[in-house]
């Protein structure tokens, strides 16, 4: 086929598209429409999803519209934001509102337990005394009882009259009702805990008290109440404000309780004239046991001593310094009496060719600081540290009896 022809043939069928474009044949005017048709149902489905979504953001799904205002809708965004910490957008305010939060706790425990204060230095004046008073004279042990968050409390103030000498134990009161009053004795005091005072759980527990004639101590917001009424002693703590926003958790209503009850043993713990050393049988254990040790228990004895007397020349001295390595030498008299100490220090002083041939007693530093062996083992430690030096001579009517080295100290975990 020739040029010409192919030209001919290509314009045949560009003439005969465009003829059926314009007059419509059926099979491709049928196509055209129901892809036409196809296109406008897809757009009107769109249509309605879009709107239906609309409706039911703006009705809730009811049909009706939601009462929020959008304004109100912002600002409950805005809400969730600061709860989560999130305000602001930026990581330097993230965590500030619940800082905010703890520091208004604080300051809102702060002012009840000043408010306390202020109440024990008046009204509660006498009755605090008289409590302190009765708990001294119980032969028997003080049962301390609450119950929810005020029998916690409780359970914590029983253990500190245990720990300060005051033989104490918690009595729960759900289980005082089936068989535990029997573990309370007419001996023996009540400290009972309860913010209203009408603690149902409690009442059998007062009825024995009443019954028995056992003496009852109560700390509570109210005299008047069923507890009140049925107390020896009413400690009545101040009203406060409770740090929880909906004033119900009970916050700063637990927080005096403890601090009341921290008080009653402090107190109680004076009264009895309680004493570190006995504070040291009960607290075997642990780093708190290690400072209640006695200087007596870690000193070095007599035998281990660096000793010298004050006519003995520096030769001999340093022999005796050196073979007991404690860095230092103690001088006496002839009667035995610690008079001096010879340290590192004293050596760098005196360095020149006539050392070895001086005496002890030209060496020396004349009234050296010591240690009586009753003295805590935590009062030492803070004694060489205040000296700044290692190691103290433990004195027993001016002769030295031991010695106390910082390094002793501080492998028994005392710090």
């Known amino acids: 086929m020739s040029m010409l022809a192919l ?4 314009q045949a069928f560009e003439f005969f598209g465009l003829f059926r474009t314009i007059v419509g044949v ?16 897809a757009k009107a489905r769109k249509s309605v999803g879009s709107d239906r979504g ?5 009705t809730g799904g009811s049909g009706k519209p939601l009462q ?3 304004e109100t809708l912002k600002q409950t965004q805005k809400e969730t934001l600061a709860v989560d910490g999130l305000s602001g957008g930026g990581s330097k305010k993230r965590g500030s509102v619940p800082a905010q939060s703890a520091a208004r706790t604080i300051a809102i425990e702060m002012r009840a337990l000043e408010r306390l204060r202020e109440a024990i230095e008046t009204e509660l004046a006498k009755p605090f005394s008289d409590a302190i008073a009765l708990l001294k004279k119980t032969k028997g042990r003080i049962i301390v009882t609450g119950i929810g968050k005020s029998g916690h409390i409780g359970q914590k103030i029983a253990a500190t ?10 009595v729960h009161p759900s289980e005082a009702s089936h068989g535990d009053l029997g573990m309370i004795t007419q001996d023996d005091a009540i400290v009972a805990l309860s913010w209203s005072g009408e603690t149902v759980e409690l009442s059998n527990i007062l009825s024995y008290a009443s019954l028995f004639s056992v003496p009852l101590i109560s700390l509570t917001s109210s005299r008047l109440s069923a507890l009140g009424r049925a107390s020896t002693i009413v400690l009545e703590l101040p009203k406060a404000e409770e740090a929880c926003p909906h004033g119900l958790a009970p916050t700063t209503s637990t927080t005096m309780q403890l601090a009341l009850g921290d008080s009653l043993a402090v107190a109680l713990l004076e009264a009895r004239g309680f004493t570190a050393r006995d504070f040291k049988v009960f607290h075997p254990g642990g780093s708190l046991g290690a400072q209640l040790k006695l200087v007596s228990d870690v000193m070095h004895g007599a035998d281990a001593l ?21 860095g230092c030498l103690g001088v006496v008299d002839k009667k035995g009496r610690l008079i001096g100490i010879v340290t590192d220090g004293d050596l760098r002083r005196h360095m020149n060719d006539d050392l070895m041939k001086e005496t002890v007693g030209a060496v020396m530093t004349p009234d050296p600081k010591t240690i009586a062996p009753d003295t805590l083992s935590s009062m030492a430690l803070e004694h060489l540290n205040a000296l700044r030096i290692t190691a103290l001579f433990v004195v027993s009517k001016e002769k030295p009896v031991g010695l106390v080295h910082v390094h002793d100290l501080l492998r028994l975990g005392i710090s």
Do not use: C, H, Y
């Not at 030209?7 to 290509?10: Q, R």
């Not at 491709?28 to 892809?35: I, V």
């Open 7 to 10: 030209i001919k043939t290509a």
């Open 26 to 41: 059926p099979g491709a005017s049928m196509a055209a429409q129901k892809s036409k048709k196809q296109s406008k149902s």
């Open 54 to 58: 609309v409706r039911e953001r703006k």
């Open 68 to 70: 929020k205002s959008k």
């Open 161 to 170: 009259f245990a720990s300060t000498g005051n033989p104490a134990f918690f």
């Open 306 to 326: 660096p000793l010298a007397r004050e006519d003995m020349s520096m030769g001999e001295a340093l022999l005796i310094m050196t073979q007991k390595s404690f």
